[in-house]
């Protein structure tokens, strides 16, 4: 079993609509919580990221952890073409006095116009 | 402020040859990455610098793999010799120190795209 699991998708919504993306996770010592957005050909860039459980807003974007479940999500309200990209979950948890991150498969996201 | 940056962008090379990437990070992060990102997956975790010592390699296939920063700056990732499955996108990040507070947030180049044939 992985320890991130992400449905590749792709995801093809017409623009204006809500976007939700998730992942799950095995791995309990996992602390923060990130999303990062990576466009075609581009390295991945953070998004917005969380910790520990709960919910953190920033403009359309909407990130939520529920560690009971393993479970977390990122909402895209309104979305728009320029919100094509892939979206990468990713996890920390510290080892050796370090962060060491793992990311999920990442999912595609179309927006059509 | 300046980004990560790598080079080359694209390299085509024949199984067994050797290639090797270079990597400058943002001026003043002490922590270093190097990922492998496979068509349609995430990006895995090669290994980790803080300065020029390394705090994580257990992913990296030592047999072919190898990488150095020397001087705590830049740092080059080599493999020698190359395997089809090496075809991937090779990432490098950099970091401030993590205090053990907040999410130390990884800033990355745009990869090496690499071609073995």
């Known amino acids: 079993q992985k320890e991130v699991e992400q449905d590749p998708g792709p995801l093809s919504v017409p623009e204006g609509a809500i976007v939700s993306l998730n992942c799950t996770y095995s791995?309990?010592?996992?602390?923060?919580f990130m999303w990062y957005r990576q466009y075609s050909r581009k390295g991945p860039e953070l998004l917005m990221y969380t910790y520990s459980s709960g919910n953190k807003e920033d403009g359309r974007f909407t990130a939520q952890v529920d560690k009971s479940s393993k479970y977390i999500s990122l909402f895209i309200r309104d979305s728009q073409p320029s919100d094509s990209a892939t979206y990468l979950c990713a996890m920390s948890a510290t080892a050796g006095g370090y962060q060491k991150v793992t990311f999920g498969t990442g999912t595609k996201l179309q927006v059509i116009p | 402020e300046a980004g990560v940056a790598q080079s080359p962008r694209y390299k085509i090379i024949e199984k067994r040859q050797s290639v090797a990437f270079w990597c400058n990070p943002i001026?003043?992060?002490?922590?270093l990455y190097w990922y492998q990102q496979i068509l349609g997956q995430g990006p895995k975790l090669l290994i980790q610098?803080?300065?020029?010592?390394?705090?994580?390699d257990s992913q990296l296939p030592k047999d072919r793999f190898s990488a150095e920063r020397l001087k705590g700056v830049d740092s080059t990732l080599k493999i020698q010799p190359a395997k089809l499955e090496d075809s991937a996108v090779y990432l490098c990040?950099?970091?401030?120190?993590?205090?053990?507070?907040?999410?130390?947030?990884?800033?990355f180049g745009p990869g090496t795209r690499l071609t073995v044939l």
């Open positions: 001026s003043g992060h002490a922590t």
């Open positions: 990040a950099s970091s401030l120190v993590w205090r053990g507070r907040e999410y130390n947030e990884q800033f």
């Open positions: 610098f803080q300065n020029n010592g390394v705090v994580d």
């Open positions: 791995n309990s010592a996992f602390q923060y």
